[in-house]
């Protein structure tokens, strides 16, 4: 073993419980219609669900959220006023919100050894998949930010980060998801909001991701849709609980320029800060 190694603690799970729900199932036959295969995906993927659907942790209510923002997306926000929720295809990271790679890799398996299409279940994990809308977080605990969030996000010193109150802002975003009278945009069918948990025990699918991103301190707002590929919630009538912050090296005619900008559209110029170095 090389001197450079450090040990890590992944523990694979243990896949026999599910194992054992999933063989009583009634499985097709493989000269079955194809669409017995897929009812027998689907209640796999009820039976794995289960074991990931715990509620996420919730912050307080005055924890103070950050979302950092190219300039923009910043524009966008002021435009409307609106939260803009994505479907996870537009996220970097391909891994996020995929079911554990121990009970796919179970499944599978499984599929194979009955001489089932595995396509049927990729197919349907990944629709499942994309019919989540997410607003992304993060909690803001100091008066330095992280800089590599302010790099990855908000594309450097150039960007600015919304600032706003964790209980204002779910009981907004909330009532937002849920609105029916929303153009072209159907209603999410339910909304939940909290923590994103970077390590076991697993919680509901799209509040997990991988250690590696563990310092985005991530907290999700979260509309099951399926069939939308995006929405804005409309927060007009929260502008004063809302604030801007700006990175500790932005230049001085951005700063000018942004404060600007915020109180045109209405942005309270108190709620302004230059975040920490």
């Known amino acids: 073993m090389s001197e ?7 523990a694979h799970l243990d896949v026999r419980e599910l194992m054992l729900e999933i063989s009583r199932l009634d499985a097709p ?16 993927f009820m039976a794995v669900e289960r074991r990931v659907s715990a509620a996420p942790a919730e912050p307080f209510v005055d924890t103070v959220l950050v979302r950092y923002m190219s300039l923009e997306k910043f524009l966008y926000f002021l ?3 609106s939260v803009f929720f994505s479907r996870v295809e537009g996220f970097d990271d391909p ?12 499944v599978q398996a499984y599929l194979h050894s ?15 998949r994309q019919s989540w ?3 992304c977080w993060t909690e803001l605990s100091s008066a330095v930010d992280d800089y590599l969030l302010w790099s990855r996000y908000a594309g450097g010193s150039s960007g600015v980060a919304l600032v706003a109150r964790y209980g204002v802002l779910k009981d907004a975003l909330t009532h937002g998801m849920l609105a029916t009278e929303d153009g072209p945009f159907p209603p999410a069918t339910r909304v939940t909001s909290g923590y994103v948990q970077y390590k076991e025990p697993f919680v509901a ?18 509309g099951y849709s399926p069939g939308s590929r995006a929405k804005s919630v409309s927060v007009s009538s929260i502008i004063d609980k809302f604030g801007i912050r700006l990175a500790p090296d932005s230049r001085k005619y951005h700063q000018d320029s942004v404060v600007r900008l915020w109180e045109k559209f209405g942005g309270n110029p108190q709620n302004v800060d230059i975040a920490g170095g």
């Open 4 to 10: 450079n190694y450090i040990p890590h603690d992944n």
């Open 79 to 81: 435009n409307g006023w």
């Open 114 to 128: 009955r001489a089932l299409p595995g396509h049927i279940w990729e197919t349907f994990v990944e629709q499942q």
């Open 29 to 44: 036959h493989p000269a079955d219609a194809e669409w017995a295969s897929f009812k027998l995906v689907s209640d796999i």
């Open 133 to 135: 809308l997410i607003s």
């Open 95 to 106: 891994h996020d919100c995929r079911i554990p790679s121990d009970y796919d890799d179970a």
């Open 205 to 222: 699918l799209p509040f997990n991701k991988r250690r590696m991103f563990a310092n985005e301190r991530e907290v999700r707002f979260v």
